[in-house]
């Protein structure tokens, strides 16, 4: 072979194999990275996309129709309240123009309700319950009896079922 030494030979044929494998592996990397860098720039241009940040990059065939389907669920504005209902009244005054300060014509009133939920008051209820001694029970000291039939359900401590939910846990 070449007048090359058997050694020799195999050095150069461990190197060409090798060199085919480091070229083979720089090829895979450049693919990659040249996939890698599409990407950055789609993911750069899709930040700068702004105005539908939550877009879907592949269309549905099919999209559903916007909005709510006809007949479907009660949809009504509130009524408006009666005079009784209204607890107080303000008027907010405009008798000229804010920029110029001329007088305005067609003066119309417009009505706008808010309605506040009120501060809750707690019910407190006290119950009297009745104890008393047997004279004629076997025990010399008479046991002691206590009536709680007027009590619901036998309620102990401070604070009902509804507001014991609101307690932190023990």
Same mark, same amino acid.
Not at 130 to 136: E, R
């Given at each position: 072979m070449n007048g090359l030494p058997i050694s020799d030979a195999q050095d150069r044929t461990n190197l060409l194999d090798r060199i085919a494998e480091l070229e083979y592996?720089? $090829? @895979? $990397?450049?693919?990659?990275?040249?996939?890698?860098?599409?990407?950055? @720039? @789609?993911?750069?241009?899709?930040?700068? /996309?702004? $105005?539908?940040?939550?877009? /879907? /990059? @592949?269309?549905?065939?099919n999209p559903k129709q916007p909005g709510r389907k006809r007949h479907k669920g009660v949809f009504k504005n509130r009524e408006r309240p009666d005079e009784k209902e209204v607890d107080t009244t303000k008027k907010a005054e405009l008798s000229d123009c804010p920029e110029c300060h001329c007088d305005l014509v067609e003066l119309k009133e417009h009505e706008q309700f808010e309605i506040?939920?009120?501060?809750?008051?707690p019910i407190i209820t006290r119950y009297v319950m009745?104890?008393?001694?047997?004279?004629?029970c076997v025990n010399g000291t008479g046991c002691i009896i206590q009536i709680k039939s007027h009590l619901p359900q036998a309620r102990q401590g401070w604070w009902s079922g509804r507001a014991r939910k609101l307690l932190p846990p023990t």
């Open positions: 592996q720089l $090829a @895979e $990397a450049r693919a990659t990275i040249l996939k890698l860098t599409a990407q950055i @720039e @789609e993911l750069q241009r899709a930040g700068k /996309r702004q $105005a539908v940040p939550f877009a /879907r /990059r @592949e269309r549905v065939e506040d939920i009120p501060v809750v008051k009745l104890s008393g001694k047997c004279p004629q």
